[in-house]
């Protein structure tokens, strides 16, 4: 099952502990970077375009629980 993603209303919540702020995300990408070397060789990063992007995993920081979040409402977020 695919880790949920947060939205604009939404935010990540540890189901076991209740954890709201702190998480250890695994995620895969694929990327396309544009890199400047200077004359001593040294490269840098100067665009970066990510082509897909996919969580793995979300592991609480707080409890160390491994794929155990739900999605929230975020507070305020109802008018």
């Known amino acids: ?6 939205t ?3 935010r ?3 189901t076991l502990c209740g954890n709201l702020t ?5 995620r895969s990408s694929r ?3 544009y890199v400047h070397l200077d004359l001593a060789g040294e490269p840098k990063v100067e665009e970066s375009e ?3 992007e996919a969580l793995e995993s979300v592991r609480c920081r707080w409890c160390n629980a491994v ?7 975020r507070p305020g977020g109802e008018d």
Request: aromatic share 6%.
């Open 22 to 26: 702190r998480f250890d995300v695994t």
């Open 50 to 52: 990510v082509l897909s």
């Open 8 to 10: 604009a209303d939404t």
């Open 67 to 73: 794929d155990q979040v739900e999605l929230v409402d």
């Open 1 to 6: 099952m695919p880790v949920p993603q947060p």
């Open 31 to 33: 990327v396309v970077e």
């Open 12 to 14: 990540w919540r540890c």
